[in-house]
């Protein structure tokens, strides 16, 4: 059964530093992996979508990477802003692609 | 249109209502899904509708009820439900239920149940 980890599940930084999230898999079959953003109380928003045959996919400044051999992913954040402030959360498909097994999140708090 | 909507955004019942949660998506999806989140926890899948059929139901209690009147609609029907039950309930669709597709989440509602 795919287990998906997320470390640190919280992260306090101040504002403009560069970070990095982290995200865990064991089963290394996956065929893509997705990242998203929750803002508290509110609905999941798809940020990058990262095929298995990619190894970085950006957008503005993020830029996550895969490495499915060592079943990991890593969401970088570029000159943080206090509105980056959210939950963000990895999850990948099953075989059939109905199902996401998501991670547990990584609270992050960009502060001024 | 690129988004999945849901109503009401918040909702609370007792545990004799019968309530309803709407879920729309006008992206041509044919593969719609209900999750249940609790506070400060992942989505836990609950439903999927592939092609307007119900396909996986993850030993869902049947005090919820899902509907899917048609490929843009998704219901969640709710009667007798229990304390417990409050979350935020999330709908997601994707084009299809197949393994290369993203899934695109609306803003859930909100459920408290007194």
């Known amino acids: 059964k795919q287990e998906v980890t997320q470390i640190p599940a919280a992260l306090s930084v101040p504002e403009g530093e560069n970070l990095v999230l982290n995200c865990s898999f064991t089963?290394?079959?996956?065929?893509?992996l997705q990242w998203f953003r929750q803002d508290p109380g509110k609905g999941l928003t798809s940020l990058l979508l990262?095929?298995?045959?990619?190894r970085e996919q950006t957008s503005g400044r993020l830029n996550a990477s895969l490495d499915k051999s060592s079943g990991r992913s890593t969401l970088y954040i570029a000159a943080s802003q206090p509105g980056d402030s959210a939950t963000y959360l990895c999850?990948?498909?099953?075989?059939?692609?109905?199902?996401?097994?998501f991670g547990g999140g990584t609270r992050l708090m960009v502060k001024p | 249109d690129t988004e999945v909507t849901q109503t009401p955004k918040h909702l609370v019942m007792g545990m004799t209502n019968k309530k309803s949660l709407k879920c729309e998506q006008h992206?041509?999806?044919?593969?719609m899904y209900w999750y249940k989140q609790k506070a400060k926890k992942p989505p836990e899948l609950m439903f999927v509708?592939?092609?307007?059929?119900?396909?996986i139901n993850e030993s869902v209690p049947s005090r919820f009820s899902p509907e899917c009147p048609n490929s843009s609609l998704l219901n969640l029907h709710l009667h007798a439900l229990q304390p417990e039950d409050s979350a935020l309930y999330l709908c997601?669709?994707?084009?299809?239920?197949?393994?290369?597709?993203?899934?695109?989440f609306g803003p859930g509602t909100r459920l408290t149940v007194l």
């Open positions: 997601a669709s994707s084009q299809a239920p197949s393994i290369a597709n993203e899934q695109f």
């Open positions: 089963d290394s079959a996956i065929y893509n």
């Open positions: 990262i095929q298995s045959s990619q």
């Open positions: 999850a990948v498909p099953n075989n059939a692609g109905n199902m996401l097994t």
């Open positions: 992206m041509g999806h044919r593969a």
């Open positions: 509708y592939s092609y307007e059929k119900l396909s």
